[in-house]
């Protein structure tokens, strides 16, 4: 047999599919991380970072971030607009705007409009608190601050002030309504607002979030009402404020056709309303850039059937061409991608807990003399399976085992026979699995065996908390170990998280070809940890996720990688305490305190415990309320 190699687990678990290029195997069996594509000579242990983490005292799961990659990804997406654009000769420009509800941590927003400055990557603002942490964050004048959302009046004057202060600020009209509020504002504020307005495209996509888009979609405004605005906005004498169309199709829109559709419908609206005398600048397409999480580069939920370059390309070639018989100037092109800007950028990091294998029992050599029938006729069936009568054997096996549990329900077999009848069945399970391999085309009942033999993984962190999206909506994410990928994962592993729900656990994984229902993983080894890494979760699952179970937010460490491939930690924020955690559902940690103290001293009055042991159970409790809500070693 040939050996295991770094090749083969990175073809198991398609890195250099799904990578980016910012990850890949090293040598020694590491999972690497690059600054940017193709920068080998800068890789970084994820292993090392990690041991690193240990080290400074912080506790698995850590969300680890690597900065380098979100400059990377702010640079490409506006390089490949820029050469695209320069390749057809458009005559607009392109301006990102992040949308602050992907990632809202100030850390990642920090880091967008500082790495953005040089491109004027601006802000996308959803709601009057996301405003509020933009204007907070924005210096650059040319970079546009555009504000979504259901619009107040105090929203509306945020952003009329940011306007007047000389922010390119950009109220997009989302419902007919807010117009005339909008009016009346700028008149009282004496300011000239930059207005823009959401449109609904009868163009919808698939997928999860398709629902924004749509002639149903809750948000924009549909003909009719694009006309009403426009003379409105004409009889206030402002039609000159209108500068931008928007929409947005939904996020992860995974078929490029969908994208283009919409950008020939988006035009054709545009053209219409300059033709209606507005004096429009901007198209702004919203969000959608999908991310190919799995690799398989398909139109697949968790993927995408385009690469950057095209979505770019298509995206500009479709503006030129329709608006082209119009003889309309090129709009400044707009896109508010959020999740394919930051998903990159952090890995969730665990370590393993512990594992209960999927085992059998070896049989007994005979079976015993009174042995009840139906474990008989499963022990006959064992003896005759091949590969030729597999359904058949599976078929008897699952009916001996239900009519083995029935006779233990009604007293007519004993414990002893139903633990035998247990052993027959999981041993034939495994044998039947171990023959369906040889099959060309087995079956899905055949091939779901795997994730029925699968051993758990306990795993120490919280789906709920870390990856919402894998729980809700069953979105998949690059999983495999940091560590070892030198030598063969021999088991077959489903992760359980330490909630204690069952919806706690992950059993769909990346596949070259669809889901696979079990994860590749390494024995454990006595004394050494056993790292899973969880790529691709920079977008989304920080903010969506809750406190099952009291679990709370984990700790983020944020590295910088420098010219020469060493790494710096530039940022430490420790998660939440329990404290924190009571405190988020309202319980007050310091009074906690003190009841518990009062109950420990009752218990000393009683003389249940001693003073000396109260004061190691008060403390004890004390530290467990400064401590981590994860598993701490
Ligand atoms: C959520 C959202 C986005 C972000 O979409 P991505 O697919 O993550 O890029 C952009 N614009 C609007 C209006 C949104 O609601």
Not at 121 to 130: D, N, P, V
Not at 162 to 190: Q, Y
Not at 329 to 358: C, M, W
Request: net charge negative; hydrophobic share 40%.
């Amino acid at each position: 047999m040939e050996r295991w190699n770094i090749t083969k687990s990175s073809d198991l678990y398609s890195v250099s599919e799904w990578s980016g290029g910012y990850f890949f195997i090293a040598e020694n069996g590491d999972m690497v991380v690059v600054p940017e594509p193709g920068a080998t000579e800068r890789a970084v242990s994820i292993a090392e970072v990690a041991r690193g983490i240990r080290e400074r005292g912080f506790d698995m799961p850590v969300l680890l971030r690597i900065e380098n990659i979100l400059d990377a990804q702010i640079t490409s997406l506006n390089e490949t607009f820029r050469s695209a654009m320069a390749e057809q000769g458009y005559q607009g420009s392109f301006m990102g705007a992040y949308p602050i509800k992907v990632n809202q941590q100030q850390q990642v927003v920090e880091k967008i409009t500082q790495f953005g400055s040089r491109y004027h990557h601006g802000l996308e603002a959803g709601s009057k608190a996301e405003l509020i942490a933009a204007m907070g964050m924005m210096h650059d004048k040319k970079a546009v601050l555009i504000c979504n959302g259901y619009k107040d009046e105090e929203f509306i004057d945020l952003g009329l002030y940011a306007t007047k202060m000389g922010f390119t600020c950009i109220l997009v009209v989302e419902m007919p309504d807010e117009l005339p509020l909008i009016i009346e504002r700028s008149k009282a504020l004496n300011a000239k607002p930059i207005l823009g307005i959401r449109i609904k495209l009868s163009a919808q996509a698939g997928g999860h979030w398709s629902e924004s888009g749509g002639e149903r979609s809750i948000f924009g405004l549909n003909t009719s009402q694009l006309i009403q605005a426009i003379d409105l906005l004409a009889s206030a004498g402002m039609l000159d404020c209108l500068k931008l169309v928007h929409y947005h199709l939904g996020s992860q829109i995974s078929n490029i056709r969908e994208i283009r559709t919409a950008v020939y419908e988006a035009c054709r609206v545009y053209a219409g309303l300059v033709k209606e005398g507005a004096s429009l600048e901007y198209l702004d397409l919203g969000g959608g850039l999908a991310v190919d999480y799995d690799g398989s580069q398909s139109n697949f939920l968790s993927s995408r059937n385009y690469t950057l370059k095209e979505y770019c390309t298509d995206i500009v070639e479709a503006v030129m061409t329709s608006l082209e018989t119009e003889e309309i100037p090129h709009p400044v092109i707009v896109t508010e991608s959020g999740r394919a800007l930051v998903a990159y950028y952090s890995i969730l990091l665990f370590n393993i807990l512990d594992v209960t294998r999927f085992h059998t029992e070896p049989l007994p050599l005979r079976l015993p003399e009174d042995c009840p029938a139906p474990l008989e006729y499963m022990h006959q069936a064992l003896q005759d399976l091949t590969i030729r009568n597999i359904q058949e054997v599976l078929n008897d096996a699952i009916f001996y085992r239900d009519e083995t549990r029935r006779l233990f329900q009604n007293g007519q077999i004993s414990l002893r026979d139903r633990s035998l009848a247990e052993q027959l069945f999981w041993t034939t399970i495994s044998e039947i699995n171990r023959l369906a391999k040889e099959l060309k085309n087995p079956n899905p009942e055949l091939t779901d065996l795997d994730r029925v033999l699968s051993d758990f993984y306990y795993c120490n962190f919280s789906v709920f908390q870390s990856l919402p999206d894998s729980w809700a909506i069953g979105q998949l994410f690059p999983i495999l170990p940091i560590h070892r990928l030198d030598e063969e994962p021999t088991r077959k592993g489903i992760l359980a998280d330490i909630t204690c729900d069952c919806d706690g656990k992950i059993d769909q994984f990346i596949d070259k070809r669809g889901v696979r229902r079990y994860l590749p993983l390494h024995e454990l080894r006595p004394y050494e940890e056993y790292i899973l890494g969880v790529f691709l979760v920079g977008a989304y699952q920080e903010t969506l996720g809750d406190l099952h179970n009291m679990l709370g937010d984990t700790n983020v460490v944020t590295i910088s990688i420098q010219d020469k491939g060493e790494f710096e930690f530039v940022s430490e924020q420790e998660g939440d305490t329990v404290a924190e955690v009571l405190s988020y559902v309202q319980y007050d940690p310091k009074g906690l305190f003190v009841r518990f103290r009062e109950t420990a001293e009752q218990a000393v009055r009683s003389g249940r415990i001693s003073a000396s042991e109260r004061r190691e159970i008060v403390a004890a409790y004390e530290a467990g309320l400064r401590g981590y809500t994860y598993f701490e070693r």
